[in-house]
């Protein structure tokens, strides 16, 4: 019956879909238009380099140098190995989706398993830094600082849910160390036996792909929540499409008339959060693995609530 019900309201929905498409062409074309914007001037230029660098870094064995270095820590923080601190700073850098692309770099090469991946999912998802203090705190909170207080909250949040979730997949293998000057030596006979050129002739292409991929999915999210227009009070209406899509809901929230800190406490929740799009994004990129999708949307809640918490202590204080 269930299935049934699920079946019967998707066909509604997309006939809905086909139908608001054609009578609503206008929409459609600057939505599209809005979304290539978007892409061509912040998500292209910010991903393209880092993807293709952090493919290069992966493929020289950077990844399992930082494992060596970071083992003990990141076991004692989060039950993992030390490899997903890779993950963990390259995301901090580059930003959302790309946590999905370093995780699948990792899983194509076996270096970990999706029991592995599934849990540093849920603690390396960052948005990009320079998004959240440029475009988020300069254009819409007009503040520097509190883009640097909300790029703050973010990732201290992710820090936490990493540590609360360190006891989900618990991983029974014995951590083993290798001295520092061994992982080095280890780390330079892979550089001198990994052809270079050819890993990076080989990452632009795969990387236009994915975020050719990237680009169609938040297309598709920007149309949807244009046409669904839910239009009963200014906050619930940004709130709505920034579950949806992060940045028109953020675009939104920032001309609602509410108060100064409630802007910014929201705009954290919605960028720790992230959006349904990213998350499609990310799911998208790790389509040909096993990787579960609730505990992550999970942890993306309960990041969105830590994070708008710590906002908010802060402005209080």
């Excluded at 640097?148 to 990732?155: A, K, Q, V």
């Excluded at 540590?163 to 330079?188: G, H």
């Excluded at 006979?189 to 080989?202: D, H, R, S």
């Excluded at 795969?206 to 906050?235: A, M, R, Y």
Aim: glycine letters at 6%; a positive charge; proline letters at 2%.
């Amino acid at each position: 019956m269930k299935k049934i019900f699920v079946k019967f309201t998707t066909f509604l929905f997309i006939i809905f879909l086909i139908y608001s498409i054609f009578t609503k062409t206008k929409i459609v074309a600057s939505s599209i238009e809005f979304s290539m914007n978007l892409f061509l001037k912040n998500i292209f230029p910010s991903l393209f380099p880092m993807f293709i660098l952090t493919s290069v870094l992966t493929a020289i064995g950077l990844p399992d140098f930082l494992g060596n270095i970071f083992n003990k820590l990141w076991h004692v923080l989060f039950k993992t190995k030390g490899i997903s601190a890779f993950v963990f700073f390259s995301s901090m850098l580059s930003g959302f989706p790309s946590s999905g692309r370093l995780i699948n770099d990792l899983l194509d090469k076996k270096l970990i398993n999706e029991t592995d991946a599934s849990k540093m999912l849920n603690f390396t998802f960052f948005a990009n830094p320079l998004f959240v203090i440029n475009t988020v705190g300069v254009m819409f909170l007009n503040d520097k600082k509190i883009g640097m207080l909300i790029l703050f909250s973010h990732i201290l949040g992710n820090i936490i849910v990493g540590i609360l979730f360190r006891n989900l997949y618990q991983n029974n293998e014995k951590i083993e160390t290798i001295s520092f000057k061994k992982s080095l030596a280890i780390f330079n006979k892979k550089i001198n036996n990994t052809n270079i050129i050819k890993e990076f002739l080989g990452s632009i292409s795969k990387t236009i792909i994915t975020l050719l991929n990237v680009f169609g999915i938040i297309t598709c999210f920007i149309i949807l929540i244009n046409l669904i227009d839910i239009d009963i009070n200014p906050l619930f209406n940004s709130l709505f499409k920034g579950i949806i899509e992060q940045t028109t809901g953020l675009k939104y929230l920032s001309m609602t008339n509410i108060s100064y800190n409630l802007k910014v406490c929201f705009s954290c929740f919605l960028i720790s959060f992230g959006g349904l799009s990213i998350h499609a994004q990310i799911f998208n990129i790790l389509n040909n693995y096993k990787i579960k999708y609730y505990p992550f949307l999970l942890s993306r809640i309960i990041h969105a609530g830590i994070s708008t918490f710590i906002i908010y202590i802060i402005l209080s204080l």
